[in-house]
Each structure stands twice: as C-alpha cells, then as structure tokens.
C-alpha cells in the first residue's frame, strides 16, 4: 500500500485527505435529503389527488342521475295533470290532442329513464375504482411516512458522523506543518476530488499522464511533498 519510508507530512495528509473526502460525501447525502423528502410528498398528493378526482366524477354522476330523477317526476306529474283533465275534455278533437301530448311526454320518460340507467351503470363501474384508490392511498401514505421517519433519522446519524469527523480532521490538521496543509487545502478546493494522488504504472493518479523518472523517484524517496507538473497534484509512490 503505502511505502514504508513515505513523509511523516505526507501520510497524516493522506488520513486529512480521507476524512475530508467522507466529509463532502456526509454533506452531499444531508443536503438531498430534503429533496427525498419532498419528493415522497409530491408522490402522496399525487395519489391523494387521484382519489379526490374519482370522487369528484362519482359526485358529478349522482347529480346528473338527481337532475334525471327530478325530470322524470315532474314528467309523471305532468301526465297526472293531464289525465285530470282528459274526464274534463268534451271535444274530441281536443280530447285526441291531449292523448298524443301524454304518449310524447311519456316517450320522453322512457328516454330519461334510459340516460338515469346509463349513469347508474357509469356510477355502479366507478365504485371499484374510488375503492381500489383508498387501498392506494393508504399504502402509498403509509410508505411515505415510513419514508420520512427514515431520511429524519439518516439525517440525525449523519449529523453525528460529521460531528466526529470534523473534530477527528481538525485534530489531525493541528499535527500537519501548516505550510504543507495549506497547500493541500488549496489544492482539495481547486481540485474536485483528490490533492493527493499515487503514481500508478508510472503515470499521476489525477490527471493520468506519465510522470517522468526522475519526479516518481523524488515522490518515492525525496524529503519533500512532490507535484505532478501537469495538474500540481501532490503525488506519493504507490508500490505496484
Ligand atoms: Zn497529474
């Protein structure tokens, strides 16, 4: 792993490294989590809106098969109006007119009373659907809270593991040569993965090109933190 004479420096920069690496890794985790959330919230008022939509359409239907019924029933009596009046009718000429109003209106129950059977049956297919989305909602309300409660508590540990690892990475920091530290944290912020990188195969393990012999020699056994020339990572001999 690492080489056996490698800088005192070197090495305690490398554990600063990793802890700042798992550091940025923690906040990145915190930070998406209120995203997780909310987007498990979107998911429960999506589904709860489905619901409200079938039964807004079941309550749409009902109206529309009252306002059938009520037409229907104001027909009937009509047609018990008229036949009042037909005992009345001395004409028979007004007495014919009066029974061919009556067959129309009754024609036009029998097509009400169609339509109210049509959205029955709309109404009566419905039904399944309104019962089947309760279930729905409940599981999918169930899953979300179960959700919820558990990114709260992922957050909770993640707080504690920062916790721990900033103070471990501050103490380590105290021991580094404040030189060498400040060059590695320039480098952690320009760069946006490593500072400190091996030399694998002869080649720099940031930016991949070959480094020449005589700076790998230097990184193996020089009393220096040695760069790459191209992309200034600072470079330790990794063993093959
Ligand atoms: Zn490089």
Redesign the pocket.
């Known amino acids: 792993m690492i080489a056996n004479d490698m800088l005192p420096t070197l090495e305690k920069l490398l554990v600063v490294q990793d802890r700042d690496r798992r550091i940025a890794q923690l906040k990145l985790e915190r930070m998406r989590i209120p995203e997780q959330i909310a987007s498990a919230e979107q998911r429960l008022k999506a589904e709860s809106a489905r619901l409200e939509g079938l039964r807004d359409e079941a309550k749409h239907i009902e109206a529309e098969r009252k306002r059938w019924e009520i037409d229907a029933e104001s027909k009937r009596t009509q047609i018990a109006k008229y036949r009042t009046q037909l005992s009345q009718i001395k004409s028979n000429t007004e007495y014919q007119a009066l029974l061919k109003e009556i067959a129309r209106v009754e024609r036009e129950i029998d097509e009400i009373e169609t339509h109210e059977l049509e959205v029955m049956e709309k109404s009566d297919q419905l039904q399944p659907s309104v019962k089947t989305e309760q279930v729905m909602l409940k599981e999918v309300s169930a899953k979300v809270e179960a959700e919820r409660a558990d990114l709260q508590k992922r957050i909770a540990i993640i707080d504690q593991e920062l916790k721990q690892v900033l103070a471990e990475r501050q103490q380590l920091a105290r021991e580094i040569d404040p030189d060498a530290l400040n060059r590695y944290e320039r480098l952690m912020r320009s760069k946006s993965d490593f500072a400190i990188?091996p030399i694998r195969n002869g080649n720099?393990g940031?930016?991949h090109?070959n480094i020449p012999p005589q700076l790998a020699h230097n990184a193996k056994h020089g009393s220096e933190l040695t760069s790459?020339d191209?992309?200034g990572?600072i470079l330790y001999w990794q063993p093959e």
Request: proline share 0%; net charge positive.
């Open positions: 990188v720099c940031g930016c090109l790459c191209y992309c990572r």
